[in-house]
Nanobody
Framework: QVQLVESGGGLVQAGGSLRLSCAAS????????MAWFRQAPGKEREFRAAINWSGARTYYADSVKGRFTISRDNAKNTVHLQMNSLKPDDTAVYYC?????????????????WGQGTQVTVSS
């Protein structure tokens, strides 16, 4: 059974940084694409960043380019999202997801398994 467990969320002031982590188990982590999405209250789940199976290719939503960095450590079965220059608009629950393919993009339907989410709150 595939499990994804996020950590690293919290409360931070605008302009600050947070590093989210997602620990994966239940299948060969290094074979599959990973991504981060967010969901704010009353809004749809929204793509933030994705990374291919090897870590060589990354993709970002326009609103986070230059501020967020996705990375993965296949030896430790973890994926990270480094978030810098945070804004109040970044406030949401952040979800880690994995696809059953080596490369995946921004469509949430490409992803088969999801974590339980971690809250990120950015105060002004």
């Amino acid at each position: 059974q595939v499990q994804l467990v996020e950590s690293g969320g919290g409360l931070v002031q605008a302009g600050g940084s947070l590093r989210l982590s997602c620990a994966a188990s239940g299948r060969t982590f290094s074979s599959y694409a990973m991504a981060w999405f967010r969901q704010a209250p009353g809004k749809e789940r929204e793509f933030r960043a994705a990374i291919n199976w090897s870590g060589a290719r990354t993709y970002y939503a326009d609103s986070v380019k230059g501020r967020f960095t996705i990375s993965r450590d296949n030896a430790k079965n973890t994926v990270h999202l480094q978030m810098n220059s945070l804004k109040p608009d970044d406030t949401a629950v952040y979800y880690c997801a994995t696809a059953s393919r080596r490369v995946a993009g921004s469509d949430s339907r490409e992803y088969d398994y999801w974590g339980q989410g971690t809250q990120v709150t950015v105060s002004s």
